[in-house]
T-cell receptor
Framework: SQTIHQWPATLVQPVGSPLSLECTVE??????LYWYRQAAGRGLQLLFY??????ISSEVPQNLSASRPQDRQFILSSKKLLLSDSGFYLC????????????????FGQGTRLTVV | QKEVEQDPGPLSVPEGAIVSLNCTYS??????FMWYRQYSRKGPELLMY????GNKEDGRFTAQVDKSSKYISLFIRDSQPSDSATYLC?????????FGRGTSLIVHP
């Protein structure tokens, strides 16, 4: 079965510090990977998505970047955090749009609550 | 106009009530429709998944898709306090699902 791991669960970081959030997926190959940020009452904002190793698309210009060094690993980073980067970050995966009879729904990790102080 | 519109609520109902949650959308190319449940401080979990129009039932949950009206619904029968959560609709054409803001549901005993 497929599982998704996201860590850490909570993080408190000072303004100006770097950030690295990691997400890994097990039990599948070549998944689409996503990073979302969820602000209270504002739904899920898509930050980055990736359809393959080294392929990153950014949806919103911001202080963050993403990388996919391996097929099932997705990393969200920042060189210098801002107060406005605080939020609940969610990693997700699916197999949609791959032309296979394996279309699935987006599956989410448990999220990382980031507080920038 | 946002691609997906969802009333944030909160929606407060007594235990045992039938709950109706809805989303409207503007992109006629959407063909995959999902409902997620999210408890506080947790990641969303998939409840229902429907391809194209029609109804789908799973226990106390029924999902309806009306593509002609660009309207989807989630019905919860015999609602329980444990159903209290935020419900997010999502839809996509192929990949990159687009999410609604979520509706906060409170089921009180």
């Amino acid at each position: 079965s497929q599982t998704i791991h996201q860590w850490p669960a909570t993080l408190v970081q000072p303004v100006g510090s770097p950030l690295s959030l990691e997400c890994t997926v097990e039990g599948t190959s070549n998944p689409n990977l996503y990073w979302y940020r969820q602000a209270a009452g504002r739904g899920l904002q898509l930050l980055f998505y990736s359809v393959g190793i080294g392929q990153i698309s950014s949806e919103v210009p911001q202080n963050l970047s993403a990388s996919r060094p391996q097929d099932r690993q997705f990393i969200l980073s920042s060189k210098k955090l801002l107060l406005s980067d605080s939020g609940f970050y969610l990693c997700a995966w699916d197999l949609m749009g791959q032309g296979l009879d394996l279309d699935t729904e987006a599956f989410f990790g448990q999220g990382t609550r980031l507080t920038v102080v | 106009q946002k691609e997906v519109e969802q009333d944030p609520g909160p929606l407060s109902v007594p235990e045992g009530a039938i709950v109706s949650l809805n989303c409207t959308y503007s992109n006629s190319a959407f063909q995959y429709f999902m409902w997620y449940r999210q408890y506080s401080r947790k990641g969303p979990e998939l409840l229902m998944y429907t391809y194209s129009s029609g109804n789908k039932e799973d226990g106390r949950f029924t999902a309806q898709v009306d593509k002609s009206s660009k309207y989807i619904s989630l019905f919860i029968r015999d609602s329980q306090p444990s159903d209290s959560a935020t419900y997010l609709c999502a839809m996509s054409r192929s990949y990159i699902p687009t999410f609604g803001r979520g509706t906060s549901l409170i089921v009180h005993p």
